[in-house]
């Protein structure tokens, strides 16, 4: 008999969910129990049989510590059900505790500890997604050096900074932005019964009504508050790697705060309100941003390409920089950081300009 694509592809996804499974059940006995020899033989075999044993192994292991080096506090305040697997985690240290040696996956309920404690992490999980339902759904995109002003459904107003681009999701329940790449600036009209959400990859900023800017970067996003209160969600990392669980941060007016890859949320810095979104009045606020930043800023102004030359011992991409410039004159600010920098600047080659280490 003919085995059907999707009975195929449901037998793949059964067979991942039961490596998964033994993955947790697997380092809940490596990690917490007390294996028996013959129980880290059969631990090891299992390793080695499928390199996706040892990916999904470190995953799970990685997952609970993540869990583990967070406090209690800051897991109740970023999502109750969170705080709820973290009680969990102690009852299953327990139940670990009073069961050794640990011959078999715990049951509970009819369920693995593996498999329960997967059903409330996948609960306490929250991806950025778009409305299920849409009444309005448009892209927009700017040009070089040309921010463009939309007004949006709900009155709220959303500047995109040039050579950007975001696509907009409106219905009865949501008002969802999601900021493909660039910079906006938005000032939100206050609706208490819709959130207004601007998701940027991993990163989600929900306010109810207020004016912020959003600077997505290479690595990393900057959100800046002029008015109200932000609330940000980014997954928790962990030896630079993103975990599952979600942490969640408050912005207030004149802070701003920093989602990286390899950090998460970082700590709240003071900015001056008047100095956010300072791009809509062509003026260009840097404080430590590094070369490479700059050019990335830079290439949104300028019709001539600009690059880094990272082909010398020396790369010029970490140089920090400081200062308020004019957008509309990226050949001067170039020139400046000539006179700042050991930096050259090469335009000999038509439709290019390259940047060098002296």
Same mark, same amino acid.
């Given at each position: ?6 009975e ?35 631990f ?45 985690i ?12 640990y ?46 002003? &939309?007004?949006?459904?709900?009155g ?18 949501n ?31 929900? &306010?109810?009504?207020t004016?912020?800017?959003? +600077? ?6 900057? &959100? ?5 209160v ?23 007016a ?15 810095s ?75 600047? +090469? ?12």
């Open positions: 008999m003919k085995v059907s694509d999707r195929m592809n449901n037998q793949v996804d059964e067979n991942i969910q039961e490596i998964i499974n033994r993955a947790h059940e697997w380092r809940l006995l490596i990690e917490d129990g007390e294996p028996t020899d013959a129980e880290q033989k059969n090891l075999r299992w390793m080695e049989q499928d390199p996706l044993h040892s990916q999904m192994y470190e995953r799970a292991s990685l997952m609970w510590k993540a869990i583990n080096e967070v406090p209690d506090y800051e897991l109740a305040q970023a999502n109750p059900q969170i705080h709820v697997m973290q009680q969990f102690y009852w299953c240290k327990s139940i670990i505790a009073f069961n050794t040696p011959k078999k996956p715990i049951i509970y309920g009819g369920m693995s500890i593996a498999s329960l404690m997967l059903a409330i992490f996948y609960l306490s999980y929250e991806s950025p997604q778009s409305p299920s339902s849409e009444d309005f759904r448009q892209s927009y995109s700017s040009q070089i050096a040309q921010p463009l002003t &939309v007004t949006l459904p709900d709220s107003n959303m500047i995109l900074g040039p050579a950007s681009s975001a696509t907009v999701f409106f219905s009865n329940q008002r969802n932005v999601k900021l493909a790449n660039g910079v906006a600036y938005f000032d939100v009209v206050k609706d208490t019964d819709r959130e207004f959400e601007v998701s940027v990859d991993n990163l989600r900023v929900s &306010v109810v009504g004016e912020f800017n959003v +600077d997505k970067r290479k690595t990393r996003v900057i &959100v800046s508050v002029a008015e109200g932000v609330d940000l969600k980014f997954p928790y990392v962990l030896n630079e790697q993103k975990t599952g669980v979600i942490n969640q941060k408050t912005v207030i004149g802070q701003r705060m920093v989602a990286s890859e390899s950090k998460g949320l970082e700590g709240v003071s900015v001056s309100r008047d100095k956010i979104g300072g791009w809509r009045n062509n003026t260009l606020i840097y404080q430590g941003a590094t070369l490479a930043e700059f050019v990335a800023d830079a290439n949104r102004y300028s019709v001539t390409p600009i690059v880094i030359d990272e082909g010398q011992n020396a790369s010029i991409s970490d140089l920090r920089i400081t200062g308020a410039f004019d957008s509309q004159n990226i050949d001067s600010i170039l020139d400046s950081l000539t006179r700042i920098h050991p930096i050259t600047i +090469d335009r000999s080659i038509q439709g290019k300009i390259t940047l060098t280490s002296k």
